[in-house]
Each structure stands twice: as C-alpha cells, then as structure tokens.
C-alpha cells in the first residue's frame, strides 16, 4: 500500500496540473476500494496509509525523512514484526535524541530534562516570566535576559 502511495503521488506530480488531481483521487479511490474488496488489506491500514500520506504534506520541509522513516520502519515490521516497530521508534527517539541545533539540543528540555525550560515546551509562558535563556547555551554569562 505505501508502494502505491508513492507511485500515486509521483503521477500527480507528473501529469499537467488541470487533470492531476483528478487522476490522484480517482486512482488513489479505485485502488484502495479493489484492495479492500479483494480481501489483500483491511480498511484500518488503508486509513493508517492515508494518515501517513497526509502526514507528508502537513510537514513538506520533512518530506525526505517521512519517507525514510516510513520505510525504515516498514522493513523493521515486516521482518521482526512488533518487536521490530518499538525497535523502529526506538531508534528514532534516539537519533532525535542525538540532534542539536544552534549548540541547544534537538530535544530541550525533554532530553535533557530542564524545570525551569518547561515553562515554554506546551504553552508559551508570558516574556515577563521567562527570565532566562535555555541552560545549554555556551555563554552561561549572558544566560540571563536583559530587559
């Protein structure tokens, strides 16, 4: 199904723009609809493919990564199955993990954990109250905001 996600989406990009998306969803219907009367896939992963295929447009910048990820895990489940998904995520979690950005890690302040970072990570304390700059910023002198 992820194979046919993807040469759907290839023929979209390829054809002119006036027909494309017609040809997108007509194809991406009768195949999904065939396979699922065919008995070849049930109609939750059709729907787990078609939240992965929406997932890569909401997130086009990570379009390449999606992919991978998608297929890394894909292989991982079809060779160790369960055991090879959590693997999957696993590693995952780890190489976001292992990230930094601008000398701050990928993760802050999850990984590593951080109190006084958490005031911003779900819902963005007011300036006023955030007093200071993330604690793995290298100049620890200018931690502190000035105001």
């Known amino acids: 199904m992820i194979i046919f996600l993807e040469i759907i989406k290839e023929s979209s990009i390829r054809t002119p723009t006036s027909i494309g998306m017609a040809v997108t969803v007509v194809s991406g219907l009768v195949l999904n609809q065939t396979a699922v009367q065919a008995g070849l896939v049930g109609p939750i992963m059709v729907i787990a493919i078609a939240a992965s295929g929406i997932s890569e447009f909401i997130f086009s910048a990570l379009k390449e990564m999606i992919v991978l ?3 890394v895990i894909l292989l991982l489940g079809g060779t160790l199955g369960l055991f090879g998904v ?3 995520i696993i590693i995952i979690i780890v190489h976001l993990i292992s990230i930094r950005s601008f000398g701050v890690p990928y ?3 999850l990984a590593p ?3 006084e970072g958490m005031k911003d990570f779900i819902i963005r304390y007011p ?3 955030m007093n200071y700059l993330p604690r ?3 100049n620890k002198e200018e931690r502190e905001r000035n105001e």
Request: net charge positive; glycine share 6%; with cysteine.
């Open 86 to 88: 959590i693997c999957g």
């Open 113 to 115: 954990y951080d109190k």
């Open 136 to 138: 793995n910023i290298s």
């Open 127 to 129: 300036i006023s109250k």
């Open 69 to 71: 990820y998608r297929f």
């Open 107 to 109: 993760m802050y302040p």
